[in-house]
């Protein structure tokens, strides 16, 4: 089960640290995806981690704003938003990769969280 917190009301520039509690398997050995869907739009990946070599990946549109971080103690991954801009208020969603894969697309996630809501108050 993944549980995604953290959403809320934002204004342009603002910052959100979105939470991703995990249960049920360890965080440790999988992969860890961020991804969004704002309203009339495709779900799309925003930031990754993967465990087969470590790699994280973000979109474009998050490089240099975005961190994906996790806490394997606590079974949870997180993402820091910084400099939020206006076209992103979405649902934001978490998801777990079992085979370790990851990547910034859909497929391969094995399960996902319900979401969480980020409102933009412009």
């Known amino acids: 089960q993944l549980v995604e917190s953290g959403g809320g009301l934002v204004e342009p520039g603002g910052s959100l640290t979105l939470s991703c509690k995990v249960s049920g398997f360890t965080l440790d050995y999988n992969a860890i995806g961020w991804f969004r869907q704002a309203p009339g739009k495709e779900r799309e990946g925003i930031s990754s981690?993967?465990?087969?070599?470590?790699?994280?990946d973000y979109a474009d549109s998050a490089k240099g704003r975005f961190t994906i971080s996790r806490d394997n103690a606590k079974n949870t991954a997180y993402l820091q938003m910084n400099s939020l801009r206006p076209e992103e208020p979405a649902v934001y969603y978490c998801a777990v990769d079992v085979t370790g894969g990851g990547g910034l697309t859909e497929e391969g996630y094995d399960y996902w969280g319900q979401g969480t809501q980020v409102t933009g108050s412009s």
């Open positions: 981690w993967t465990i087969s070599d470590g790699t994280i």
